[in-house]
């Protein structure tokens, strides 16, 4: 499974603290000149002077409280990036851990995702599962059956569930299974829709 592009948020942070030197370079700049030009006219200029200063003052301290909560949005960023990654971790765990068969297929039943599960039942490595079409590895004589039931299950939200034959890893042994599918939307896919697969295999129990 992919992983989503991250957040700069160092960038972020040094945006803010170079706001922050400006900040001080501006007005360290401003006080200079206030005092030399109260320097050359003490008297003249005073009251002119003094309103300069309060509204550098108030500025500063503007500019300051928007640099200080710029770092606070920043560290909230930063927590929930640090929050979403675990739950990323997590979900991925749920799906790569589960003890169940899953795969994430294109419409077309290429293979886009498959667990531990799902590669211990086809046999295959995931490497030899990723990009390969689920329907190759259905016997020949039983893929109209397998596209015809695959056709029902693109309906975005329905779970559609049929009998499927698989043959494993040397295309001599075959695999009873039953498939749960179900479509969705999945524009990272790089398609409009993906299939959902769970795949269970029926052993001679479950037949009777």
């Known amino acids: 499974m992919g992983v989503e592009p991250k957040l700069d948020l160092s960038a972020f942070a040094d945006f803010a603290d170079a706001l922050?030197?400006?900040r001080v370079r501006s007005e360290q700049l401003v006080r200079r000149a206030l005092n030399r030009v109260g320097d050359h006219y003490p008297d003249r200029f005073r009251d002119e002077l003094n309103d300069v200063s309060r509204a550098v003052d108030g500025h500063a301290r503007n500019v300051g409280a928007?640099?200080?909560?710029l770092h606070s949005q920043n560290d909230a960023l930063f927590a929930a990036?640090?929050?979403l990654e675990e739950s990323y971790i997590q979900f991925c765990n749920f799906f790569e851990l589960a003890p169940m068969a899953y795969v994430v297929t294109a419409p077309d039943t290429r293979v886009?995702?498959?667990n531990q599960a799902a590669c211990a039942l086809l046999g295959r490595r995931r490497n030899g599962l990723a990009g390969?079409?689920?329907i190759s590895c259905v016997p020949l004589e039983d893929r109209d059956a397998f596209r015809a039931a695959l056709v029902r299950s693109t309906e975005p939200g329905m779970v559609s569930e049929w009998p499927a034959t698989l043959l494993s890893i040397n295309g001599e042994a075959k695999i009873i299974c039953r498939m749960r599918v179900r479509a969705v939307a999945a524009p990272g896919a790089g398609s409009s829709r993906a299939l959902y697969w769970n795949i269970t295999e029926e052993?001679?129990?479950?037949l009777f």
């Open 20 to 22: 922050q030197d400006q």
């Open 66 to 69: 928007r640099v200080e909560e």
């Open 81 to 83: 990036r640090v929050e």
């Open 112 to 114: 886009l995702h498959a």
């Open 132 to 134: 390969r079409l689920l």
């Open 203 to 206: 052993t001679d129990e479950d």
